[in-house]
């Protein structure tokens, strides 16, 4: 089992950056991606970054591509999403997952089989 723990959410201005954090433990060597996810009040849980961890293969959802960058530190099992030039929309929580290598596709939550608690992100007008 692979234990995600996620940190860096918080309140910023738009126009704002914030990095959050989600360190990986465990049984982390099945991990074929870490992704991200964000789910606002009353809406479904959504795609927003990915990275296939052997190869450093990234994916974006098209709402965040060119404004966040997902990055990992292999030493310490922990991969990163930047987030630049913040909008009120992108207010959600934020979700670190882990799938396997036969999980299915790497934009849909049913894919991952372990997830963080969240971190909340708030971005102000």
């Known amino acids: 089992q692979v234990q995600l723990e996620e940190s860096g959410g918080g309140l910023v201005q738009a126009g704002g950056s914030l990095r959050l954090s989600c360190a990986a433990s465990g049984r982390t060597f099945n991990t074929d991606t870490l992704g991200w996810f964000r789910q606002a009040p009353g809406k479904e849980r959504e795609f927003v970054a990915a990275m296939r961890w052997s190869a450093g293969t990234t994916y974006y959802a098209d709402s965040v591509k060119g404004r966040f960058t997902i990055s990992k530190d292999n030493a310490k099992n922990t991969v990163y999403l930047q987030m630049n030039s913040l909008k009120p929309e992108d207010t959600a929580v934020y979700y670190c997952?882990?799938?396997?290598?036969?999980?299915?596709?790497?934009?849909?939550?049913?894919?991952?089989?372990?997830w963080g608690q969240g971190t909340q992100v708030t971005v102000s007008s």
């Open positions: 997952a882990r799938k396997g290598f036969f999980g299915g596709s790497y934009y849909l939550p049913a894919a991952y089989d372990s």
